[in-house]
């Protein structure tokens, strides 16, 4: 069955600390992963996305890492901000014909 | 730049009231589709479209209606409000033909109270 699988569920984290959101997938055959930010009471913005041929991409302050013979991805904020205090969704999609699949997220608390 | 338009943003119904979720994107996207987010489950597709005459189920469609008469409107259709339909809705679309990246673009949400 194909899954996501998203940790911690929830992160509280002192501003300025960096901190990693960890998502594994069991979804074959795989095509790309995306993780999105979703801020309360906002819709879901995407960050970056993961091809298979990738293992690492950065956006500012975000870096993504694949690693797509285990099927695990990470997501890495550096020197975090009261404005990275969001839900964070890792989304996998399969090749044609698969639908979405989306973890449940985590929920990143950044504090002063 | 509008994007995806979800209306209404808040919204009370009783049990057995109907009410549609209005859903509108202006990027010319052929696949549109519907999520309920509850605490602790995530995001769960109800219905989407592919293209305008064209839509299908997806995995909690049960209470539901769609359709799709115009690339850019997908409204959803509740016909007698249940509290379990109490939720959080989002619509969302993006470009499926070549050269898309297969990014969603939501809306902003449209809460739901059923009582």
């Known amino acids: 069955k194909n899954q996501v699988e998203q940790s911690p569920q929830s992160l509280i984290i002192l501003e300025g600390k960096n901190c990693t959101l960890q998502c594994n997938y069991t979804v074959s055959p795989f095509s790309n992963l995306r993780w999105y930010k979703q801020d309360t009471g906002r819709g879901p913005v995407s960050l970056t996305i993961?091809?298979?041929?990738?293992n690492t991409k950065s956006n500012g302050r975000y870096t993504a890492t694949l690693d797509a013979d285990t099927k695990q991805s990470s997501l890495h904020i550096t020197a975090s901000q009261l404005s990275d205090s969001a839900s964070y969704i890792c989304v996998v999609r399969g090749q044609a014909g698969t639908a979405l699949i989306f973890g449940k997220g985590t929920t990143l608390s950044v504090s002063s | 730049n509008a994007g995806v338009t979800q209306t209404p943003k808040f919204q009370v119904l009783k049990t057995g009231q109907s009410m549609t979720l209005q859903c509108a994107q202006d990027?010319?996207?052929?696949?549109m589709s519907w999520y309920r987010q509850d605490p602790g489950m995530g995001l769960r597709l109800i219905h989407y479209?592919?293209?305008?005459?064209?839509?299908d189920q997806g995995e909690v469609p049960n209470g539901y209606n769609v359709s799709r008469s115009t690339t850019e409107d997908f409204p959803l259709r509740l016909l007698s409000a249940a509290p379990s339909q109490t939720s959080v809705y989002f619509c969302a679309s993006t470009q499926t033909k070549a050269g898309g990246t297969g990014e969603l673009f939501f809306g902003e949400g449209s809460r739901l109270t059923v009582l």
């Open positions: 479209s592919v293209g305008a005459g064209i839509t």
């Open positions: 990027m010319n996207h052929e696949y």
């Open positions: 993961m091809t298979f041929s990738e």
